[in-house]
């Protein structure tokens, strides 16, 4: 059974750090392709940045690059995505995402803050 459990969201101030984590089960981590998204209030989800478990490459969306790294660890089990230098624009639900055997994952997303 698949498995996506967000954690770490936080009410903020602007100008901080978050560390995010999504714990998986239920599929092969370390070749498994992985996504974070964000879902702020009244616009759709949209994609921040990729990785495979065991590490590598990782892939960014357009308006990511920069202050989000994401990273894995696999003995965990565990993805993670570093938000750094906060902005209330960053106000969101995160969640974590995966696609085993053509069927798509969600978490159930962990909500960040950004305000002063």
């Known amino acids: 059974q698949v498995q996506l459990v967000e954690s770490g969201g936080a009410l903020v101030q602007p100008g901080g750090s978050l560390r995010l984590s999504c714990a998986t089960s239920g599929f092969t981590f370390s070749t498994q392709f992985m996504s974070w998204y964000r879902q702020s209030p009244g616009k759709e989800r949209v994609l921040i940045a990729s990785i495979v478990g065991y590490g590598g490459s990782a892939i960014y969306g357009d308006s990511s690059k920069g202050r989000f790294v994401i990273s894995t660890d696999s003995g965990k089990k565990t993805m993670y995505l570093q938000i750094n230098k906060l902005e209330p624009e960053d106000t969101a639900i995160y969640y974590c995402?995966?696609?085993?055997?053509?069927?798509?994952?969600w978490g159930q997303g962990t909500q960040v803050t950004v305000s002063a």
């Open positions: 995402m995966t696609v085993v055997n053509i069927q798509p994952y």
